[in-house]
Structure formats: structure tokens, C-alpha cells
């Protein structure tokens, strides 16, 4: 016997049967199954991830959707970076210094390779929001910080046009922070 459940919209919901559960909530749907997660979010992009919680296929991530589930949760999918490896994109809530920047766990500061890389995919997805809104000229000048530095003074990127600095501003001045995680 199949039973049909309608729900009101935003109306969050929860379905258990078995060794399966399906969560319903205003972000999309996610799929439980022997421990294998499938997500689809409200835009129809779909992840998966297996049991072992690796990503079953770079093919179903897509370049500047921000992660509902596993281990990148509320991070934004960056793609296949310069070094061959897929990165994940957070944005700080606030500006830091460099120093500060540099002591997050878990997450770097972009190389200069990562933030041209960074400028190149910078109309997809969420990302687009992040760049604009910080290239109107109200944000901290409209740089982010880039990892390279030497003594005091670090490299930064303008959110604009993606040209890159060297070593102009003190590492005392806060600015907003990208970092990638892997």
C-alpha cells in the first residue's frame, strides 16, 4: 500500500521507514539509507556521499552551490582547483586581520594561484553575491586577504577585477576573508 503525504509550503517534515528517513525542510530534501546521504536542494542540485562519507561523484557537486549535508555543510563547492583537487569556499562574517586570518583551523587563506583561480569562477552560484557585494566600494576596500605575506605586509585581491597586490597593506588592517577548505 502506498500512502501519499502532502505537506504545506515551509512546512518541515520527517519520514522513517526502516533503515530509511527522508527529511524535508526549506532547503530541499535529504535521503538517509544505510548510512549513505543523498541531498537535493530547492534549486534541484544533487550530492551524494556514501557511508564512508567521501563524495561518491565530482560530477553531482556544482561549482558555487553551498553544501546542505556531510562534511562541507554551509561551505560553497569551488570545483577542481589549480592543484587537482576539489576545495570548498567560506566566506568570514566579518573582516580580520591577516594574523587572525592565519590562526582559523581547518581552513586557509587562498594562494595567489587559488585566488586568480577564485576570480575565474566568481559569477557562479552564491559566490557571485559575495564578490558583488564587496565590489561596491562598501566593504573594506574591496580586497580580500591572500595567504603569501612577508614580515608585516600581505598580498590581497581586489573582489572586483581579481588583480593582486603585493604586499601594500599592513597585516594589521582588517579586510574580508575567503578561505578554502579541502
Not at 548510512?35 to 530547492?42: E, L, S, Y
Not at 566600494?137 to 577585477?161: I, K, M, T, V
Request: glycine residues 10%; charged residues 25%; contains cysteine.
Amino acid at each position: 500500500m502506498t500512502s501519499e503525504l502532502k505537506l504545506d509550503e515551509g512546512t518541515d517534515a520527517v519520514v522513517v521507514k526502516g533503515g530509511m528517513k527522508v527529511a524535508f525542510n526549506a532547503s530541499g530534501i535529504i535521503v538517509n539509507v544505510q548510512g549513505a546521504t543523498i541531498t537535493v536542494d530547492k534549486n534541484g542540485t544533487v550530492a551524494m556521499q556514501t557511508a564512508a562519507n567521501e563524495t561518491a561523484s565530482q560530477a553531482t557537486l556544482e561549482i558555487g552551490v553551498r553544501e546542505l549535508g556531510g562534511d562541507h555543510v554551509d561551505e560553497i563547492y569551488g570545483g577542481i582547483f589549480p592543484d587537482g583537487k576539489p576545495g570548498w569556499i567560506l566566506e568570514a562574517p566579518k573582516p580580520m586581520t591577516h594574523y587572525e586570518a592565519c590562526e582559523l583551523k581547518g581552513r586557509a587563506l587562498p594562494t595567489s594561484e587559488e585566488g586568480k583561480y577564485l576570480d575565474s569562477i566568481r559569477s557562479k552560484g552564491e559566490l557571485k553575491g559575495i564578490f558583488a557585494r564587496h565590489s561596491d566600494g562598501s566593504s573594506s576596500a574591496g580586497h580580500f586577504w591572500l595567504a603569501e605575506h612577508a614580515s608585516n605586509y600581505a598580498r590581497y585581491q581586489q573582489f572586483s577585477d581579481g588583480s593582486q597586490t603585493s604586499y601594500d597593506y599592513d597585516r594589521d588592517t582588517p579586510l574580508p576573508v575567503l578561505c578554502v577548505k579541502r
